[in-house]
């Protein structure tokens, strides 16, 4: 490795960072993360830290997860690469399909298409919406639903649904005829109240309304995150996405999941969807397919879509979308390994438990800090709003997270934060040591800022 000053210098010349600002990297410049063993990370001065970022809500297995390591070092031997444009597949590609048909039975998804990362996947879904209703003799249906703060990547198609100005705004013009609906959020919501059960159908009515006001046949697709994770970690009422599929399926709208963060456990349930006993038409998924080994990701498709796009025989029916790397051999391999590990170490059943031992730990923090406003999350999808002012849920200034972030990584744990959130989505596979480490940290951080 090159000595540090030469690393953060040429970070600084060199490279842009996603969701960064180019000329901040000279001023504060980002942590380079050098290693990775288990849970923990070290970074070019040889700090060890807890990464309870997991990677970026993906290395769900933590960093020394063997098989599927050497699953890539074996696939990469024997085939490194090979396409799966009509007329060509690889190997490793069709058991990871049969794979994840027995995965996801239980959602109702029969059928997967493969993609190169979450945004690749939600871009598929968006397209295959369209096409479904194309082939299903709605032309007219073109137009998307999503959620407020949902986050679904960043492709046109993705920022258009996305439910963040931050996102959206040096973009557009977005794609016409994306329509958003409020955030399922107890504590800020236009609703005027905190009942979960409440928003969810005041949000329902919205929906109603406005699917009267435009046309039901208009309408191809509400996209949303069963728990909504960028935006702040959003855990909707369980009443909720029930009722988005009942409203759904009743003005013949399909319903996609965007299960990107959600797909592989980490909220308790090995899927989102399960999670509130809602079977989706689409679902996109990436990130933890391959423990973030490997660029990676499947879009899964019920029988009802499947069989339309199946018993059209005409080139109309024809998928004219697709990735090279779409079923990489050695992404396939990944997943293949990933699947079984999760399913071994059964990570869902420990994300429940380790998720609630963290919520509780952070309810604790919210006894002691003035600074906590909320606590939020499911399983291992955690997150604690920080207020200036509980009364108003005035959000804290950029420096005080900050503050909060740097103390806590001081003390030994990586937490990411976005506007006033931090947020807590560590690997599934921790410990009630780790969850203690994780809480003594952000207490040291709440301290410091508070
Ligand atoms: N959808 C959701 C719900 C996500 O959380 C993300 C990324 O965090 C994406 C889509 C985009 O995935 P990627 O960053 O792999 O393109």
């Known amino acids: 490795m090159r000595e540090a000053n030469f690393l953060i210098e040429n970070n600084a010349r060199h490279l842009w960072h996603p969701m960064a600002h180019p000329a901040e990297m ?29 990677g970026l809500w993906n290395v769900n297995l933590g960093y020394s997860c063997d098989p599927v390591k050497e699953a890539i070092r074996q696939q990469l031997e024997q085939l490194p690469y090979y396409s799966t444009f009509r007329g060509t597949t690889n190997s490793p590609l069709i058991e990871l399909s049969y794979e994840l048909a027995e995965w996801f039975k239980e959602d109702g998804l029969v059928r997967s298409f493969y993609t190169s990362g979450g945004s690749d996947s ?43 100005s931050n996102f959206r705004r040096n973009y557009e013009p977005l794609l016409p005829g994306v329509f958003h609906l409020p955030s399922p959020f107890t504590y800020r919501n236009p609703f005027g109240t905190i009942d979960g059960a409440e928003i969810a159908k005041g949000i329902a009515r919205l929906f109603e309304d406005e699917i009267a006001f435009q046309g039901a046949d208009t309408i191809a697709a509400l996209i949303m995150e069963p728990v909504l994770g960028a935006g702040g970690v959003i855990v909707p009422h369980e009443t909720f996405m029930p009722l988005m599929r009942e409203i759904c399926d009743r003005h013949g709208i399909l319903l996609i999941a965007d299960e990107v963060i959600t797909a592989f456990g980490r909220t308790g349930a090995w899927t989102g969807s399960r999670l509130w006993g809602v079977k989706p038409d689409l679902m996109s998924t990436a990130k933890a397919i391959t423990n973030g080994y490997y660029p990676f990701g499947a879009v899964m498709i019920s029988e009802k879509v499947a069989q339309v796009f199946e018993n059209n025989k005409s080139a109309m029916g024809s998928i004219g979308h697709g990735y090279t790397y779409s079923g990489h051999p050695v992404g396939a391999a990944a997943a293949l390994a990933s699947l079984k590990e999760m399913q071994r170490l059964n990570v869902a059943a420990n994300a429940q438990v380790r998720g609630e031992e963290l919520i509780a730990g952070l309810k604790e923090l919210y006894e002691r800090h003035e600074l906590v406003g909320d606590v939020r999350g499911k399983g291992l999808m955690c997150a604690i709003e920080l207020v200036s002012d509980r009364e108003k849920k005035t959000g804290a200034a950029k420096d005080i997270v900050q503050k909060v972030q740097d103390v806590a990584y001081e003390a030994g744990v990586m937490v990411r934060t976005s506007g006033a959130n931090v947020i ?19 207490d040291a951080g709440l301290s410091a800022a508070g």
């Open 122 to 164: 939600v871009e598929t879904c968006l397209r295959l919406a369209r096409q479904y209703h194309k082939l299903n003799g709605q032309p007219e249906r073109t137009k998307f639903f999503a959620l407020k703060k949902g986050y679904h990547g960043t492709h046109f198609g993705g920022a258009s649904v996305n439910g963040n």
């Open 26 to 54: 000279q001023a504060s410049p980002p942590r380079i993360v050098n290693a990775g063993e288990g849970v923990e990370i070290t970074d070019i001065h040889g700090k060890r830290v807890l990464d309870a970022v997991g």
């Open 424 to 442: 807590i989505s560590p690997p599934l596979i921790i410990t009630a040591e780790d969850v203690t480490r994780i809480v003594s940290a952000l």
